[in-house]
Every structure is written in structure tokens, then in C-alpha cells.
């Protein structure tokens, strides 16, 4: 840090707030994370709502249930990546016997959206294994199976 950097002053630690913590569960279940909502002004530092999490079963239940609907807004906002070309451009720097080549290619960056669409898919389906997780083949039908009936006499 330079001279001319202010140095960052930690925010104190504030006391549990329901005006505050319920706007925290809207944000994160409109998709937002836990730490980018923190480094907002007028809210409280991470370390703080980690305390609350700790200090307020309620509180708790509430964010953990934000967290399950963040995975749906996300799961929705993967569909909006996949079917929204994004156009960008990759550029390949080659340094030839004559000089140096540049070869632009201008178009939709589908690797960038699969990237998108992988992550939001791979963390709905741990926050939510149920309604995003991969159905395995040989998962099936886990119930009881009844037989009825014994084997035939000889």
C-alpha cells in the first residue's frame, strides 16, 4: 500500500438487525453472494452475519432456505446465458520469421458462456442435489421390493 492508498478502515461489528438481515436473504436469493452484498455500503462486514448465522437459529434456517432459491435464480440465469449469444473477440499473437502476426476472430464466445452455464449448474446441484443434482442410472426406485409367493415345490 502507497502513501497515497487510504488505508481501509474496518467496519465495527453491529448488532443483529432484522430490516438488515432481511434484505441480506432478498439479495442472496435474487442471486447475489453473501460477500458481495457485505462490501456494500450499509451493510455489515461478512465475519459479522457469520456471527448472526452462529447467534440466530432462525436467522439461519431463513438464509439457508435464500441459498436453496439462489441456486433456482441462478438455474434460471444459466438459461438466459445459453440461449444469449455474447460476442467478443479472441486474438492469437504469433511471432513469425518476419515480424509478429495477429489473427483476430470475432464471434459468439460459447466458451465463455459454457464456462457460465457449467459453474451455475455444478453449484445448483450441491446446494440443491435433489432438484438440480445429475440423476444417476442406477439410482432407480430405492422402496422395498415385496416378493410374494415362495419357490414351487419340486
Same mark, same amino acid.
Given at each position: ?11 465495527? *461489528?453491529?448488532?443483529?438487525?432484522? $430490516?438488515? =438481515?432481511?434484505? &441480506? ?5 435474487? #442471486? /447475489? ?36 432459491? *439462489?441456486?433456482?435464480?441462478?438455474? $434460471?440465469? =444459466?438459461?438466459? &446465458? ?5 460476442? #467478443? /473477440? ?65
Amino acid at each position: 500500500m502507497t502513501e497515497a492508498e487510504p488505508k481501509k478502515r474496518r467496519r465495527e *461489528r453491529q448488532p443483529f438487525d432484522t $430490516e438488515t =438481515a432481511d434484505e &441480506i436473504l432478498e439479495r442472496i436469493t435474487e #442471486g /447475489e453472494s453473501l460477500r458481495a452484498i457485505c462490501r456494500s455500503d450499509n451493510m455489515p462486514n461478512i465475519s459479522t452475519v457469520m456471527k448472526w448465522l452462529e447467534e440466530f437459529p432462525l436467522f439461519q434456517k431463513q438464509y439457508a432456505r435464500a441459498c436453496e432459491l *439462489r441456486a433456482d435464480t441462478l438455474v $434460471e440465469k =444459466a438459461l438466459q &446465458i445459453i440461449s444469449t449469444p455474447e460476442f #467478443g /473477440e479472441e486474438t492469437e499473437t504469433t511471432t513469425g520469421p518476419d515480424g509478429t502476426i495477429v489473427k483476430v476472430k470475432r464471434g459468439d464466445m460459447i466458451q465463455h458462456r459454457r464456462l457460465q452455464y457449467d459453474a451455475i449448474r455444478w453449484y445448483a446441484g450441491k446446494v440443491r442435489p435433489k432438484k438440480w443434482g445429475d440423476v444417476k442410472a442406477d439410482e432407480g426406485d430405492s422402496g422395498t421390493i415385496k416378493i410374494e409367493g415362495g419357490l414351487p415345490d419340486d
